[in-house]
Nanobody, 118 residues
Framework: QVQLVESGGGLVQPGGSLRLSCAAS????????MAWYRQVPGKQRELVAS???????IYEDSVKGRFTISRANAKNTVYLQMNSLQPEDTAVYSC????????????WGQGTQVTVSS
């Protein structure tokens, strides 16, 4: 089993910044991917950014150039630095980990609210 604990959400004004953290513990495979998703009520959850254990990164188009995903493998922690935040970034952000073995096992954090408002 894997546990994911997120932190860093909150209220920020448009143009501001926040940094989300997600610490993973438990049975983490050497080949894995960690990601941030977000969801607003009434809409599907969408991938914001992901990073593999090998360092491959992808971003959702609307956050490119504003958000940066990184990870500290020794700490099993993934970060999401969010700059130039806009009201449309308001959502519940959830951390995700996928362990790649014979099968793919997926785990989710509890989510953290990010609200961008003046």
């Amino acid at each position: 089993q894997v546990q994911l604990v997120e932190s860093g959400g909150g209220l920020v004004q448009p143009g501001g910044s926040l940094r989300l953290s997600c610490a993973a513990s438990g049975s983490i495979f050497s080949i894995n991917a960690m990601a941030w998703y977000r969801q607003v009520p009434g809409k599907q959850r969408e991938l914001v950014a992901s990073i593999t254990s090998g360092g491959a990164i992808i971003y959702e188009d609307s956050v490119k150039g504003r958000f940066t995903i990184s990870r500290a493998n020794a700490k099993n922690t993934v970060y999401l630095q969010m700059n130039s935040l806009q009201p449309e970034d308001t959502a519940v952000y959830s951390c995700n980990l996928r362990n790649f073995g014979v099968d793919v096992h997926t785990y989710w954090g509890q989510g953290t609210q990010v609200t961008v408002s003046s």
